[in-house]
């Protein structure tokens, strides 16, 4: 494994330390993965513990700048608790607080702006059964209906009742994607095979010839294909070699 990294910062020794490590590292691999949108959208962690806190990007920097130490802690209302210097935008958290209140094994919910997933985002029949990637989201896959900038508190009720209690996906329509995980890695490869899903479906359609769907019986085996394939450990199977990848990189992240 490349070092370099820790040349910048010592090795976690507590859970915080280690959960900003994962979420910066998160925000710089959405970028890496083309997903960003300039300082806009969000990616929030849990951090354990009885005082409902989370960490969240600062406000203005580029997804690529972020560092496990410029990480904000917010409470629930998106509210600063600590001395960051950073700031913090309330507004962009409306989303995350809605998921994290209602979803006790979201303690990662990561929302983008990404040019495919928006894409599909605004086709009326959404993704579509047509690749391996796509199964392994359609069945736990949900639908949000675009009211606007997500500012209002009165959408958030509505919002989570579309991710609803087993979801990991969500399509909000006309806007973006969101994914949840019990992880930060788990959201982020979550994220990565919608996304690509997505791009794949728009290169399909693209082809103009006929496409084959896959059928219901093979999407709803899916879930059981993936539990095998990755021996039970989900997206959390490919985090280390994405950290290694970033350790190469850009180490700085854990600073």
Not at 55 to 65: H, T
Not at 161 to 179: A, C, S
Not at 194 to 207: D, F, N, P
């Amino acid at each position: 494994m490349n070092d370099r990294g820790r040349d910048l910062a010592p090795p976690a020794t507590s859970v915080e330390e280690r959960l900003r490590q994962d979420l910066a590292a998160c925000y710089r691999l959405v970028a890496l993965y083309g997903m960003d949108d300039l300082i806009f959208t969000h990616i929030s962690a849990r951090i354990p513990g009885p005082e409902h806190h989370f960490l969240i990007n600062p406000y203005g920097m580029l997804f690529d700048e972020i560092t496990a130490s410029s990480l904000v802690k917010v409470d629930l209302g998106g509210n600063k608790v600590d001395a960051n210097p950073h700031p913090v935008n309330p507004a962009g958290f409306t989303i995350h607080s809605a998921v994290h209140a209602a979803r006790d094994d979201a303690n990662c919910v990561l929302h983008v702006h990404s040019i495919n997933g928006t894409a599909v985002s605004a086709q009326e029949h959404g993704l579509l059964p047509l690749t391996q990637h796509a199964t392994l989201v359609l069945p736990w896959l949900g639908y949000h209906d675009y009211e606007g900038i997500a500012v209002r508190d009165d959408e958030k009720p509505r919002l989570v009742g579309d991710l609803g209690t087993r979801n990991r996906f969500l399509i909000l329509r006309n806007h973006g994607l969101l994914t949840v995980g019990r992880t930060v890695g788990e959201a982020f490869v979550a994220m990565y095979l919608l996304e690509t899903a997505c791009a794949m479906q728009l290169r399909a359609l693209a082809g103009g010839v006929s496409v084959r769907r896959i059928d219901d019986a093979t999407v709803q085996g899916a879930a059981e294909n993936w539990e095998k394939v990755t021996h039970g450990a989900g997206g959390e199977l490919a985090w280390p070699a994405l950290l290694r990848k970033l350790d190469r990189l850009c180490p700085d992240y854990r600073s």
